[in-house]
Structures are given as structure tokens and as C-alpha cells.
């Protein structure tokens, strides 16, 4: 098979990530008979510097013309901190988000028997935790209409849904469920946010149509309670924009193997994969940051992308092998000899 | 001393618990002399029962001529999961706020030794941990402007921040970090709301005029992240309301110790003293919750609303002996004896 990858690194440890992925891939590919073409292309604070723009039509156009996108990170701490900053490397995550039409960001957050001792919650708490979170991510008020009044002494954003918007993302959720546990939990704010009652609503009329899955409805700040208590009672949860962005974060802290979090950004065209973690600019450069996420996320591409699940399945029994046998980089080395990202990267390749 | 007190038990456990609270204020105000007049009202579901409104009039006039306004829940299941009731009783508690201009919430975090193994957080993370979350409370995307368009299929909601909104509220976080550790944290979304810019350059700009304080900024999802990971690295932090809302309660449950955290919502008018769990209706009229939330939310209002420190110490003390001597309620006894609610206001009040 012939694939087709679009590879965004980014900023930060971006690079240098992106870089162990293409290795596995590549060695899968060989041992499998696949020919990957990788096309790369700028994206972030790397692109605003090189061509004034963060996700720029170049970039578009090679993720359009590609079957996967493969993303490292982006960010950097120059464009922090300042809030008069007209051009932001988010801005192109966003843009990226909006033209490829990324309407669900799926992810999962999964312990590995290994590392469930990083977790800052207790064992019993978090052991068994399997679970995923849809976030909406091209809808509410990440992109509704918003600006200044009164001399810029009053400020606003617009939270907006359409139903339409809500059954798609919904749909992935439902379907989702029906692979797994058959649970689906509805996170809003329908005690407050009439949007929240749009979204309610519609998740309410759609449980006919998927009989087996049981549906629970749920506050955000409740939900915010209970994946630090009882995170092992979720299975696939659903929620808006911004809502997720604080969930998905807030969950992927808690197995204890935040380093290793794949996700996937899904919709009209081409799909995209990503680590969850960020650019992480102290690090850069130094060949110490963890590359198992972007590899992971790498394994999600095989399978989600392009159907090959036995591929997927091998990058993943080789990341249980290197952490069972201690072929990790510094922040899970402990007292161990810590590898450096490259090394990682290529012991992973070798054992593929 | 006179204190004019408006008692707002409220559903479900609310009523249990506000008379726990009332018994060992009157106890304090015996001891030391003061006169209490308690004036109750009805707010929430019993609210729109009786008027058909979940904060009447009558129970707001009541509230304005008070010194303060002990609290204890509101909410019933009944009118959960339908996004078409058109009376809820959380639309009262809106209106509270907004009528009674509170628009800052205080949420404490502190942990009791005695209980930091309860927290789902290892001891390690959780120890030391004492945290004040200030939350902007009549403002931001739940008093916007909201509504329907194209016949109901899409939703939207306004989040409108102003200047002095902000100013105000971060005046007290200011304030608070000054009789403390100096330290606070202004949690916004900036790289992405404009409501967020305003925020963090109106603090910036506030930061002169306290130059003591140390202030960091921080996105939302990195916050979510960090109360779980190392909550005892903050001290004050300041957020906008619907922010305030998610990692109030998420930071609720980090301490092991939910059912004894108490809140104070100041502002224009007189000032309100709430525990902050909910109205919990299925331990409703068994005489098994947990009161001390709202005993700590009347020393809290000793404290705050009268100056009356000693009298508020003394609470502090006594409810520290009960849980050390283990006169507790069910959801703290362990394996062994539980007490009743009323038993636990019993001993509280007797050995103030
Ligand atoms: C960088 C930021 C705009 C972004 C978001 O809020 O969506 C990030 O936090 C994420 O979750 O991908
Ligand atoms: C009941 C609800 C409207 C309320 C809120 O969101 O403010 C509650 O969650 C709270 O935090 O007091």
C-alpha cells in the first residue's frame, strides 16, 4: 500500500519526536511491504518566522493532498504572555483545525501496568482506566464571533452550535461506544448554557437510534470531579470545544503517563494525528524529550487511517517492550539509565 | 454584638445541615455574647413548590436587610435532565447572585491530616495543599445574552466581560495574595478568547500597584492539569466565572475532604456563607450528612461578614476535635461507630 503522509513537526521537541515516529513507521513499512511518502511542511511559531503566517496555504495544501497528517507540536514562549500578539502560532492550530474540517478530536486515556505508579492518584483510583474523550473541535466558542467595545473596555466571545454540529460529533461518540463498553456520557452545562440544551437535546433524540448504548447526561464541573475520583467508571464521553480542552487535559494527567498520550483529529478530509503534549521549548534540541505519544500516535494513523491494524498493533507491543524493559527517556528512567529521545527512537525501529 | 442572619436552608440535605450550623453559632453567640436573629426564606425547588419562583422576592428583601446570608443547598432531581424546564432551581441562585451583587466567590482548599488519606491523590501530592480558587461570579457566559435561532437549531451564548468586572475581582485576589503567600495565578484562555485578553491585561496592568505579589498567568487546561499534579504549588488563584466553575469543584475533591469545604460569595450587598457540595437528595431526611461544611461556612461568615475571628477559631477548634475524637458522620467513620448529623451538631455545640 501506498501512503501518503503529511508530516507537520512543528515547534519545541516537535521535531525531534516527529522524528522517532518516522523511524517506526518506516520500519513497518518495510517489514510489511508499504511505501510511505512523507511530505513535510511548516506549521507554528517555525512558520510565522519563516513565512509570517502559522498554518500557511502551502501547508494546506500538502495536508489536503495527503491521506494522513502527522503532527509534532507547536507553540513557543516568545508568543506567550503577551495578549497585544497579533499573529500566534495558535492561531494556525486553529485554522488547520477549521479548513481540514477536524470537527473530533478522539482521546484516549489508558494506563500501562508499568508506569501506573507516576499517577498522582492513588493506584486503586485509576488502575483499569480506560476511557475516551470526543472533543468538538472546530465549533462553539473557539470560533465564534468575539472582539472589543466601549474603547476596548468591554470584551466578548460567542459560544454558537447547530444541531447539525452536535449529531456528527455525537455520531462518532454513539458508534464509539458500540466498539467498547457501550457507555456514553454528554458533558455540558444545560443548567446554565442554552447551547449546552441544544447539545442535551439532541444527544437525548438520538439514544433511540443506538438502543444499546446506555447514555448518561452530565455537568461539566461534575465531570471535572469525578475523573479525578472514579476515572475507571467512564467510557467514552462527549463533549464542546471548550469544555474538552480542559477535560482532555485534565484526564490525561491522571494515568500517570501523560508522555504517552496519542490522539486523533478526525472529519471532512484528511484526518490527523498528534501527541498530546506540547512543544515543551525547554527541552528542545536537548534529544531528552519522550517520543513515545508521537509514536503512538503514529500507531493510531495505521490503524484509524488506513485500516492496518496489525501494523498499529506491532508499534504498540514494541512500546510495551521498551518500557518493560527500561528503554525509556528521562522523565520515566527514574534511577535507571535514561536513553536519549534518538535512542528510543531507534531501538523501537530495530525491534519492529 | 446583634447579627441579623437570613437562613436560606434550601433541598435535599440543606435543611440537616443548616440546623447543625445554627445550633453552634447560637453555642458561639452565647458564649461570647452576641444576640442572633435568624430569619429564614425560602430559596430553590421548595421555593418554586411554594411560589412558583426559586428566589421570591420576599426571600431577596430578607436577604438585603440581613448582615449575612448562611446558605446550605439548592437543586432536585426532579428538574435534572430536562433542558426544557422552563423554573430551575438553579436559575434562583443566579439570580441571588446577581440581585445581591456577589461577584466573588471564595473557595478554599485546605486538607485536615487527619483526612489526606481519603483524597484519591497520593499523600505525597496532596499534603500542604492550601489553595484559594477566587471565582468571578455575576459575570461572564452565564449572564450573557443567549437564545435560539433557525427555528431552535442553533444555540448560542454570550460571554461578555468588562474592565472593571475584572478589576474588582482581581483587586480582592491581589488583596488575598498580600495576607498570604504572595502568590497568585490569573487563569484565563487568552491564546484563544478575547474576554481572556481583556483579563490578563487588565491584571498586568494591576500588577504595579501591588508589587509584592508575584502574579503568574496560566492557561485554563494547563490549571486543570496542575491541581492534580501539584496542587500545593498554588496559593490564590483568580478566574472568570465559568473557568471558576470547573476547577472549584475539581480542586474539591483533591483534598480528601469535600464534605467539609466551605465558601463565602461577597460583593455589593450582604455577604453569603454556603458549604459546597450539593443539595444530595437521595441522603435527604436520613440524618446522615456530613454538616461540617456548613459549620465551617458559619465560622467562615463569623469571621468575614462580622470581624469576629475569635468566635470563628473557636468553631475551627471544635470541629478539629470532632474529627480528631471521630464524632463523624457516615462518609468519614471508616470502620468504625457513625454518627447522625444532628448527633454531630449535638456534640459540636456543646463543646464550644
Ligand atoms: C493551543 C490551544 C489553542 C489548544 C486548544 O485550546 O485547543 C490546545 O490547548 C489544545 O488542546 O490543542
Ligand atoms: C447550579 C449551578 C448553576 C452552579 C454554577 O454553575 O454556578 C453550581 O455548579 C455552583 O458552582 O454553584
Chains 1, 2 share one sequence.
Not at 97 to 114: D, E, I, M, Q
Not at 165 to 186: D, H, I, N, P, Y
Not at 274 to 295: C, F, W
Amino acid at each position: 500500500m501506498k501512503l501518503n503522509i503529511a508530516l507537520l513537526a512543528g515547534d519545541g521537541i516537535g521535531p525531534e519526536v516527529i522524528d522517532q515516529a518516522v523511524k517506526v513507521s518506516n520500519a513497518v513499512a518495510q517489514k510489511f511491504n508499504h511505501e510511505i511518502v512523507w511530505t513535510s511542511a511548516l506549521t507554528g511559531a517555525c512558520a510565522i518566522d519563516a513565512v509570517g503566517e502559522p498554518y500557511p496555504d502551502a501547508t494546506h495544501d500538502i495536508c489536503m493532498a495527503a491521506d494522513a497528517v502527522l503532527f509534532g507540536a507547536i507553540g513557543h514562549p516568545r508568543y506567550d504572555n503577551d495578549p497585544k500578539a497579533t499573529v500566534r502560532p495558535e492561531q494556525g492550530l486553529l485554522k488547520m483545525r477549521k479548513k481540514l474540517g477536524l470537527f473530533a478530536n478522539v482521546r484516549p486515556t489508558f494506563t500501562f501496568p508499568s508506569l501506573i505508579d507516576n499517577s498522582p492518584l492513588k493506584r486503586e483510583r485509576i488502575e483499569g482506566t480506560d476511557l475516551i474523550i470526543l472533543r468538538e473541535l472546530t465549533g462553539g466558542i473557539y470560533f465564534g464571533e468575539r472582539g472589543r467595545k466601549d474603547d476596548g473596555n468591554t470584551a466578548f466571545d460567542t459560544c454558537t452550535y447547530t444541531r447539525e454540529e452536535v449529531q456528527r460529533l455525537a455520531k462518532l461518540g454513539f458508534e464509539m461506544a458500540m466498539t467498547r463498553s457501550k457507555r456514553l456520557c454528554c458533558v455540558d452545562k444545560a443548567n446554565v448554557l442554552e447551547t449546552s440544551r441544544l447539545w442535551r437535546e439532541t444527544v437525548q433524540d438520538m439514544e433511540k437510534d443506538f438502543p444499546e448504548v446506555t447514555v448518561s447526561y452530565e455537568f461539566v464541573d461534575a465531570v471535572a470531579m469525578r475523573l479525578v475520583q472514579w476515572p475507571n467508571s467512564y467510557d467514552v464521553l462527549i463533549t464542546e470545544n471548550l469544555f474538552g480542552d480542559i477535560l482532555t487535559d485534565e484526564a490525561s494527567v491522571i494515568s500517570g503517563s501523560m508522555g504517552l498520550m496519542p490522539s486523533a483529529s478526525i472529519g471532512v478530509h484528511t484526518s490527523l494525528f498528534e501527541p498530546i503534549h506540547g512543544s515543551y521549548p525547554q527541552a528542545a534540541g536537548k534529544d531528552i524529550a519522550n517520543p513515545l505519544a508521537t509514536v503512538l500516535s503514529a500507531a493510531m494513523m495505521f490503524e484509524d487511517a488506513f485500516g492496518l491494524k496489525e501494523e498499529a498493533e506491532l508499534i504498540r507491543a514494541v512500546v510495551n517492550k521498551s518500557l518493560a524493559e527500561g528503554i525509556v527517556t528521562e522523565d520515566l528512567s527514574g534511577k535507571n539509565k535514561a536513553y536519549k529521545t534518538s535512542e528510543v527512537g531507534d531501538w523501537l525501529a530495530k525491534n519492529i
